[in-house]
């Protein structure tokens, strides 16, 4: 060995050395060292759903005959007249029927401004199927959406039925819910605004079971006019239908004078003019003197404004409302309902705000896929805290021009969120007001000091997340 480092010019001395060095044993040569190292497998979840869908056509149809009350329910007097925030016999019944459909589309034009918008006014059933077979050619795999107001015709039937007109608006012509279905094709959305709403859902569940019969059978339990489709439509396609209804299947809608008649509509597409007046027939006298409905209807600001009082409760009630169903629903539902689909998830946030108010009028909307009751979730107190708040300076603002001071809701729930950062268990469960603070750190706009975003975003740095797999 020594004659190979005669080249290298070495001493003996410096040769014993080397190969020395050589005879050392070798480190770092076990299996565990020059084995393939590979990451721990975890199961990660993302808000963001991988595949989003968009509902971009809606089919508006009214059926009010204005003038004229169907025959199965008998009217209070008074009673509730608003359709849309109009009042039909203000002026020409026609006129009105003209004004209500235009403010139903741009109710819904709030939330969803691009979708392709058709309305159908007392239409018949024809005109119903060349609408829906419209738009859903025109939507290929998106979602459409049906919205009907069944205010001037009979409840829905309990062989799943609802009603329109004949072409000379003299008779009251039954169409299968069955058969809209086959028009409208999937996926979609409806919207069931009348008497006895429920039924309609119960006839769909019905129709799901069916679905494995021989075809024969089911048609023998289904109307006459929805046996051509019962064989043709799929039970799957059925069941992955998204429906809201305005009551229970034996529940009539209320008549409150006080209250608009789409109580339903309202709450699902103006959510903040119907929670203002109701809080005020709620709470008129109690806590705010000289408030009346005429000032809350003068409150200043732009719903998309959050600088503005209107703006920052419209931004209070999208936090709450979607807190709510975080925290209560299971998280695979939660995703599909509220994080897939804008208008649809605008939809369900205020049908939570709907179950709210309705049920105060022993009226119970549903829903296909059903939610839990959330009317009393301890959430809604920090909605009525911050509507005190909020029109408690109404006065002021309106009588004297005084500025407008914010809301302290959402530095409280981040302060709420520091606390479960630095002193929750290990063990401990999601913190229920993660919703907000992602909306408030997802916003230009944010609420909250510069110094508390800092010392969250630092506690964040040291401290890991828990979520749970819900």
Not at 356 to 366: D, E, F, G, K, Q
């Amino acid at each position: 060995m020594t004659g190979d480092y005669e080249d290298l010019g070495l001493t003996p001395e410096e040769e014993l050395d080397l190969e020395a060095d050589w005879n050392l044993p070798l480190a770092f040569t076990k299996q565990r060292h020059t084995e393939k190292i590979e990451g721990t497998t975890t199961l990660t979840q993302t808000w963001r759903m991988k595949e989003r869908m968009k509902t971009v056509s809606v089919a508006l149809v009214i059926c009010l005959n204005v003038g004229v009350d169907p025959p199965d329910i008998v009217k209070t007097q008074p009673c509730a007249r608003l359709e849309c925030w109009i009042d039909p016999l203000s002026t020409s019944p026609q006129k009105a029927l003209e004004g209500i459909g235009a403010n139903l589309q741009k109710q819904y034009e709030r939330w969803q401004p691009r979708a392709r918008y058709k309305q159908s006014l007392d239409p018949t059933v024809d005109e119903v199927k060349k609408l829906c077979t419209s738009l859903r050619r025109n939507a290929k795999e998106e979602r459409v959406l049906f919205h009907y107001n069944g205010h001037g015709v009979p409840k829905p039937t309990v062989n799943g039925e609802i009603w329109v007109f004949n072409k000379s608006y003299t008779q009251y012509i039954p169409l299968s819910v069955y058969d809209l279905h086959s028009w409208m094709g999937t996926p979609s959305i409806y919207v069931y605004d009348c008497s006895n709403a429920g039924i309609i859902l119960k006839s769909f569940r019905d129709f799901s079971t069916q679905g494995d019969k021989p075809t024969e059978e089911a048609a023998l339990n289904a109307s006459q006019t929805s046996t051509s489709s019962l064989a043709s439509t799929s039970t799957t396609a059925v069941k992955s239908c998204i429906q809201l209804a305005s009551c229970g299947p034996n529940e009539l809608l209320p008549m409150s004078p006080d209250l608009p008649a789409d109580l339903f509509t309202s709450c699902l597409t103006t959510p903040i003019k119907i929670a203002l007046r109701w809080y005020v027939l709620q709470n008129s006298g109690k806590l705010i003197s000289g408030l009346t409905q005429e000032r809350v209807d003068r409150i200043p600001g732009q719903l998309n404004d959050r600088r503005t009082m209107l703006g920052e409760l419209n931004w209070i009630f999208t936090a709450i409302t979607d807190t709510i169903a975080w925290n209560v629903l299971p998280r695979d539902l939660f995703q599909k309902l509220f994080r897939q689909d804008l208008l649809v998830a605008s939809l369900f946030r205020n049908f939570l705000l709907a179950e709210r108010i309705m049920r105060t009028y022993n009226c119970t909307p549903v829903s296909c896929p059903a939610l839990p009751p959330t009317y009393q979730h301890h959430m809604w107190q920090a909605w009525d805290l911050a509507l005190d708040l909020c029109l408690g300076q109404l006065g002021d603002i309106l009588d004297n021009g005084a500025s407008f001071k914010h809301s302290p809701f959402f530095a409280e729930q981040l302060t709420a969120f520091q606390v479960w950062l630095n002193y929750g268990s290990i063990d401990r469960n999601p913190p229920e007001q993660l919703p907000i603070v992602l909306q408030i750190f997802g916003t230009d706009t944010a609420p909250a000091s510069s110094h508390q975003h800092k010392n969250i975003v630092h506690t964040l740095g040291k401290s890991k997340l828990v979520t749970s797999n819900k």
